[in-house]
Nanobody
Framework: QVPLVESGGGSVQTGDSLKLSCAAP????????MGWFRRAPGKEREFVAA????????LYADSVKERFTISKDNTKNAVYLQMNVLGPEDTAVYSC?????????????????WGQGTQVTVSS
């Protein structure tokens, strides 16, 4: 198990921004893809964004394209999710994930390790 430490969640207003961070110990994530999933109250968990091991490929859910940006810093063993123009529909628990390899996928089965999650609440 890889202990992932997520931070940056909180309560904001519609239109605000937040930046989520996820750090892993050692060099765990250096050669792996990373991603973010979210689960809103009463809904299934859904893919948000993913990034390949070197950052060259990024994937986004249609609902967050143009608003969210995923990035990865292998020197800090960290992945980030910059979220702009947040709306109530973005309210969810956001979980950081580590891929089985360096390829970014939408499918959650391609991810080995999951963080505990950080709550994001957007009020109108």
């Amino acid at each position: 198990q890889v202990p992932l430490v997520e931070s940056g969640g909180g309560s904001v207003q519609t239109g605000d921004s937040l930046k989520l961070s996820c750090a892993a110990p050692g060099n765990t994530i250096r050669t792996r893809a990373m991603g973010w999933f979210r689960r809103a109250p009463g809904k299934e968990r859904e893919f948000v964004a993913a990034i390949s091991w070197g950052g060259g490929v990024t994937l986004y859910a249609d609902s967050v394209k143009e608003r969210f940006t995923i990035s990865k810093d292998n020197t800090k063993n960290a992945v980030y999710l910059q979220m702009n123009v947040l709306g109530p529909e973005d309210t969810a628990v956001y979980s950081c994930v580590v891929g089985r390899n360096g390829i970014a996928y939408i499918d959650e089965s391609e991810y080995d390790y999951w963080g505990q999650g950080t709550q994001v609440t957007v009020s109108s």
